[in-house]
């Protein structure tokens, strides 16, 4: 099983960008479908987006289509978040998940997922 590693987060006003990084240690990462979640205070855990292990199949919440984008760099043992036009309703804690599965699979549950890092802070101030 993977270990996963959050950076990246921070404040930000409304409009700008941040990009974030799930790091992984182990020899396995290149087979581990990865997901991006976020929870806000009081709710639930909820899916961003997720990049299979190939790379081939990327998904995205309709709330951050066409501003987030999710790359792997399996070389690197890294998956990044690019988040850009970030608005205060994307303020949370962001968690990477992680999951073994075929190539073209990246599923939206969080319950899912069986390796999760310790999450990064984003706040999107007005």
């Known amino acids: 099983q993977v270990q996963l590693v959050e950076s990246g987060g921070g404040l930000v006003q409304a409009g700008g960008s941040l990009r974030l990084s799930c790091a992984a240690s182990?020899?396995?990462?290149?087979?581990?479908?990865i997901s991006w979640f976020r929870q806000a205070p009081g709710k639930e855990r909820d899916f961003v987006a997720g990049?299979?292990?190939?790379?081939?199949?990327?998904d995205y919440a309709d709330s951050v289509k066409g501003r987030f984008t999710i790359s792997r760099d399996n070389a690197e043992n890294t998956v990044y978040l690019q988040m850009n036009s970030l608005k205060p309703e994307d303020t949370a804690v962001y968690y990477c998940g992680g999951r073994r599965l075929g190539p073209l699979t990246v599923p939206r549950q969080a319950s899912l997922y069986g390796s999760w890092g310790q999450g990064t802070q984003v706040t999107v101030s007005s």
């Open positions: 182990g020899r396995t990462f290149s087979t581990y479908a």
């Open positions: 990049i299979s292990w190939s790379g081939g199949l990327a």
